[in-house]
C-alpha cells in the first residue's frame, strides 16, 4: 500500500512540476524593458506604442521618424543628464 501511496504522490509532484514550469515559459509578447531617451540601442519601436505612436513623446525622447518609416535620434538631441 506504502508503495502505491509513494508512486502516486511522485505523479502528482512530476505533474505540479512539469505544468509549472510550461506555465512559465509562455510568451505572452513584450516583456517590459525601457528607452532610454536619446539611444535606440536595442529598442524595437513596436514594443513601445506609448513613445512610438506619438510624434509628441517621440520628439521628447529626441527620436524622429524619417519618410521611409525608420526611427532616428535627432542629431542636435542634448540628453538632458541621462
Known sequence: MWTKIRIALAAVLLLGTASAALAGSRDDGPSGGYVVPGSLDGVNPADHPHIFGNP???????????????????????????
Open 56 to 82: 509628441a513623446v517621440a520628439r521628447s525622447y529626441g527620436f524622429f521618424q524619417s519618410r521611409d518609416g525608420s526611427w532616428h535620434v535627432r542629431p542636435d538631441w542634448r540628453s538632458g543628464g541621462y
